[in-house]
């Protein structure tokens, strides 16, 4: 069974490039462009990893993952290992993301492989 992966950007390009290689490793790939659909998506959904964009508007990826966690400890689920992509160290931020215990930042521009290898590293070889 292919490993959810939810991607949580506004970003058109870099949703359009993660979705393709994602994909073509053999994940299963869902997007939400602002932290108001991903939580949704995440009590619809079970997802095995999620790659937050923080600078979004409305909600930003800090304030989203805080949300979907809640919403999972509620209902006494395990939390959703975490990626979070960034394109500035606001200091502040990069504090309340660290409570969150993220499994891996990275920071803006990045080479998209980059990110494919480490959700590989997370979710073992392959999406299957």
Do not use: C, W
């Not at 949580?8 to 790939?29: A, F, H, P, W």
């Not at 006494?76 to 200091?91: E, M, Q, S």
């Amino acid at each position: 069974m292919a490993k959810n992966i939810l991607i949580i950007d506004d970003e058109e390009l870099i949703i359009k490039s993660l979705r393709k290689l994602l994909e073509k490793e053999g994940y299963s790939v869902f997007i939400a462009k602002n932290g108001q659909d991903a939580v949704i998506m995440t009590e619809e959904e079970n997802f095995d990893l999620i790659v937050a964009d923080i600078r979004m508007p409305g909600m930003n990826g800090v304030e989203t993952v805080q949300s979907i966690y809640q919403g999972l400890d509620k209902r006494n689920l395990k939390r959703t290992p975490t990626i979070f992509i960034t394109g500035y160290a606001d200091a502040e931020i990069k504090k309340k993301a660290q409570t969150l215990k993220p499994v891996a930042y990275i920071y803006k521009p990045f080479d998209i492989s980059e990110l494919v290898n480490k959700a590989r590293d997370i979710l073992g070889q392959g999406g299957h």
